[in-house]
């Protein structure tokens, strides 16, 4: 079964940082570039980060470059986002998701992880 | 940067009717790079169609994607009662990727 199972949401004050996890199985983690997308309460998707099978390539949202990072671990089967400078725009629902190249679609999605950013 | 819009924002039907949703580009897209997504309340977004008209595996036929250029519509033939959702419209251009603000298909 194809798991993607996101961590490390929670509480934050603004002006902080928290890194978020994506432990992949149940497929071929190393052949599949990654992303992260988000949705605030309420609203609707947005992407924020891709990164390609082997972290040649990564791309970022405008409103997130410079302050998020977008990582991956293939040994490990896992994805992370560092995030820094969070302010209350930031809560949302992160979702990873798993970028099919021969699809060109975001394929499999994990279940979300809320980050609540707030004094 | 491509911005995508859908329409209507709210589309109200009973089951068994059809339902037409569009999505319009801000600029010409790729349609090898055009994608449909359900998500249902407290769910994770569910890949329907990819390259404007493809079905993902396991998506029912009654789901059809279709349309070039700027202009893209997702139709649902006959509504189920598991098609009451949001779908969202999603390109990627030149290291971007986009999504419509979405399309609520309500009872």
């Known amino acids: 079964e194809v798991q993607l199972v996101e961590s490390g949401g929670g509480l934050v004050q603004p002006g902080g940082s928290l890194r978020l996890s994506c432990a992949a199985s149940?497929?071929?983690?190393?052949?599949?570039?990654m992303s992260w997308v988000r949705q605030a309460p309420g609203k609707g998707l947005e992407w924020l980060s891709y990164?390609?099978?082997?972290?040649?390539?990564?791309y970022y949202a405008d409103s997130v470059k410079g302050r998020f990072t977008i990582s991956r671990d293939n040994a490990k089967n896992s994805l992370s986002l560092q995030m820094n400078s969070l302010s209350a725009e930031d809560t949302a629902v992160y979702y990873c998701a798993s970028y099919l190249i021969s699809l060109h679609a975001f394929h499999y999605w994990g279940q979300g992880i809320l980050v609540t950013v707030s004094s | 940067e491509i911005m995508l819009s859908q329409s209507p924002g709210t589309l109200s039907l009973s089951p068994g009717q059809r339902a037409t949703l569009s999505c319009r580009a801000s600029q010409s897209v790729d349609s090898t790079y055009l994608a449909w997504y359900q998500q249902r309340p407290g769910q994770a977004p569910r890949l329907l169609i990819y390259g404007a008209s493809r079905r993902a595996t396991g998506i029912p036929d009654r789901f059809t994607g279709s349309g070039s250029g700027t202009d893209f519509t997702l139709t649902i033939s006959r509504l189920e009662p598991e098609d009451f959702a949001m779908y969202y419209c999603?390109?990627?251009?030149?290291?971007?990727?986009?999504f419509g603000p979405g399309t609520k298909v309500d009872l």
């Open positions: 149940g497929f071929n983690f190393i052949s599949y570039s």
């Open positions: 999603q390109q990627y251009d030149s290291s971007l990727f986009t």
């Open positions: 990164i390609t099978t082997s972290s040649s390539t990564i």
